[in-house]
């Protein structure tokens, strides 16, 4: 178990008063805990300083060594305003050291002593100067010395001091956390090793190790506390369920199931027949039909006597949720409202009081609208769609609804069974694999700008057939002038090439509205070309659309493009992608034909990972994990491997962590999660 000593307050420690534990809190640290894990952001390495001339010519913060061969007279500029000077040297080159108001590291330097300083050297060869730098006497016996993020009120030798007194305070006793067999089959130093090594490493060797441990501490910690989510053994549902056939479901389907739906489906009726919630991830490909698997499960519910809502991110996308399922359930006398900002207050208000009344059974909504107060007579179901968006604590936050009512996620995003342990860590996850029959792949063409004309060309063939078309356009990132970009860009289509055609722009800075109204418009076949960035709203089924125009397509992941490429062959039209690069090295090329061959998500998002690992998965993308210390996804990878190894073999015997040796981890992931629905 954890010491005591590790949730004194910070003032606990030697040297910090109230008022400088004021300055801590502000960096987030409350306690000696806190402090330790305040990892240092880098390291410098004193054993190898440069010349003044060569730091000078970096232009960053470097070492240097050298003696201070004069003090300068103090000027005092004004009240507050005092500028300490002193002339240092290498023996080459000269600088002035500069320190503003400090007296006290003035005084701690003395004349004929050699030092080492870092810092950014300024000026030219006639008057180098160095403005506040770190000084340490040479015979320092730090050589790697580390650096903090720091807040006003504290600086970096403050921190390092209080650092060393709070390993002190454990005089090398501190406990060990982890079990003896973890430690020994995936060879990680202690942590009391760790936790001294990554504040003050011997070299850089110790301070690797030492990060390897805290990296997989971290990682594991965070698979385990998503795996507790899971087994919450304790929460129970008022909405438990009793198993029926609903042959009628299927009987009045326009279509036969395909197998991943069937099992998803019986997924689904499986876990709601249980005393404790589902939390089920149904994940399939764009057209994997997963909304049939969402409207068997509420048909379920249905005969169980029990509500279901729906909740889309848009309205756009809840409007498509309602038309599909009152298709599939209206015959089988279910009632299906949507629930949508555009009702008036009068409508919203009748329609909430039969939604209290149960004289609705399905309530199809967006989540803005859920998230205001909707009764409910007898919630059993919450389903919502393109769950990526939000954040686990959000989704624990859910289950506070209702009687506990049992939960499915239907994503889009396929990812590598790797990666959903850890970001749906906390959710069983069903797979639809294969795509209904008959579906034609989107046939897809890698070119070059030089053929762009020709690509016009192709599209105005398609919109001349009554099809509609997306262009994604060479947007970089949000910013002012890639906006410019997308616009003259639109702008440049309309009036030239597509000058007979209706052009829409779609981008990320309209609001809701806007995007919405345009959405509609492409949906209503009020246009024929959207000029889009990537925003084009996922999920959205326009089945008359029938190219997919990419330009920069060596810019996104190959997972990106597939997405995007999901927004045609949605309807019984052939269906293009064409990706436009002028990126030609070989590499590149690789990988935009892999999307030409495979038209599996699941097949091109591991190799996505493959060759660009997992940046695009825990990138810009919101995963909604708690924010880590040390690890970083991308980079750590291959510790993210053996700790779901280590993960597996700790909850094997023991999936709440209550095992004497499994203490500790547990305690750390109570931590991580501030006891959040953990327990
Ligand atoms: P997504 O998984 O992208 O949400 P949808 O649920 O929107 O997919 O389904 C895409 C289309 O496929 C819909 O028009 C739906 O009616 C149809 N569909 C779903 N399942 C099947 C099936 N088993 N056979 C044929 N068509 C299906
Ligand atoms: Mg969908």
Not at 42 to 51: K, M, R, V
Not at 501 to 522: A, P, T
């Amino acid at each position: 178990m954890m010491p005591s000593q590790f949730h004194k307050d910070i003032t606990y420690l030697k040297g910090v008063g109230p008022k400088r534990a004021e300055c801590y809190n502000k960096l987030g640290i409350m306690t000696v805990y806190d402090l330790l894990n305040h990892f240092p952001r880098a390291y410098i390495d004193f054993s190898n300083p440069l010349s003044i001339s060569q730091a000078a010519n970096t232009g960053n913060n470097e070492v240097i060594k050298g003696k201070v061969v004069k003090k300068l007279p103090v000027a005092r500029i004004k009240k507050g305003l005092t500028i300490y000077k002193a002339v240092f040297t290498d023996d080459v080159s000269d600088l002035t050291i500069v320190i503003y108001n400090s007296e006290y590291a003035f005084e701690q330097i003395e004349t004929y002593k050699e030092y080492i300083l870092y810092g950014k050297i300024t000026g030219n060869l006639v008057r180098f100067e160095i403005t506040n730098p770190l000084i340490l006497p040479v015979d320092t016996p730090d050589k790697i010395q580390p650096v903090y993020a720091l807040t006003e009120g504290l600086n970096q030798n403050m921190l390092r001091k209080t650092m060393h007194t709070a390993l002190e305070a454990f005089d090398g006793e501190i406990y060990e956390p982890m079990p003896k067999s973890i430690m020994q089959k995936y060879s990680l130093c202690s942590y009391n090793y760790a936790l001294e090594n990554i504040h003050f490493p011997k070299d850089i060797h110790s301070c690797e190790l030492a990060k390897r441990r805290l990296v997989f501490d971290e990682l594991l910690t965070l698979q385990l506390g998503m795996y507790m989510l899971k087994s919450r053994s304790k929460s129970r549902t008022g909405c438990m369920m009793n198993n029926c056939p609903i042959d009628e479901f299927y009987k009045s389907l326009p279509f036969e199931l395909t197998n991943g739906q069937q099992e998803a489906i019986n997924d689904c009726i499986k876990d709601m027949c249980k005393s404790s919630p589902m939390n089920r991830l149904v994940q399939g490909d764009v057209g994997s039909g997963k909304t049939a698997v969402a409207a068997g499960a509420a048909f379920f519910a249905y005969k169980n006597g029990f509500q279901t809502a729906l909740m889309a991110p848009t309205e756009i996308l809840a409007t498509q949720h309602y038309n599909t399922l009152s298709e599939f359930l209206t015959p089988l006398n279910v009632k299906v409202a949507l629930l949508t900002g555009s009702l008036t207050p009068k409508q919203k208000s009748t329609l909430k009081q039969q939604i209290a009344n149960g004289e609705y059974q399905v309530v199809v909504g967006t989540h803005a609208l859920f998230q205001q107060s909707t009764a409910f007579l007898k919630l059993g179901l919450v389903i919502t769609d393109e769950q990526h968006r939000f954040g686990v604590e959000q989704r624990a936050a859910l289950a506070l609804k209702g009687q506990n009512p049992h939960k499915l996620i239907m994503s889009a995003t396929p990812i590598p069974r790797t990666l959903a342990l850890m970001i749906y860590g906390d959710l069983d996850i069903s797979v639809l694999k294969e795509l209904p029959k008959g579906r034609q792949p989107v046939e897809t063409y890698a070119v070059t700008g030089k053929l762009r004309e020709r690509a016009f060309g192709f599209v105005k063939e398609r919109l001349d057939e009554g099809r509609q078309a997306y262009i994604v356009c060479p947007m970089i990132d949000e910013s002012e002038m890639d906006l410019q970009d997308a616009k003259s860009y639109a702008k440049k289509l309309q009036a030239g090439e597509f000058k007979n055609y209706r052009v829409g722009l779609l981008h990320g800075k309209l609001g809701s509205d806007e995007k919405e109204q345009i959405m509609n418009d492409f949906k209503e076949h009020k246009l024929d070309l959207l000029v889009a960035t990537t925003v084009v709203e996922v999920g959205v089924d326009v089945p008359n659309a029938a190219v997919m125009m990419i330009e920069n397509a060596d810019r996104f992941g190959l997972s990106q493009l597939h997405q995007l490429r999901g927004r045609v062959g949605r309807g019984e039209h052939k269906s293009y992608c064409i990706l436009i690069t002028d990126n030609v090295s070989e590499e590149s090329r690789k990988r935009l034909k892999i999307l030409s061959k495979e038209h599996d998500g699941f097949k091109i998002s591991e190799e996505d990972l493959k060759m660009r690992g997992p940046g695009d998965f825990f990138g810009s993308r919101q995963h909604g994990l708690p924010a880590m210390k040390i690890a970083d996804m991308s980079s750590d990878f291959e510790i993210l491997k053996l700790v779901q190894q280590a993960a597996e073999d700790i909850t094997a015997n023991d999936p709440m962590l209550n095992n004497p040796e499994n203490r500790g981890l547990k305690q750390l992931a109570l931590l991580l999660f501030k006891n959040k629905n953990l327990d």
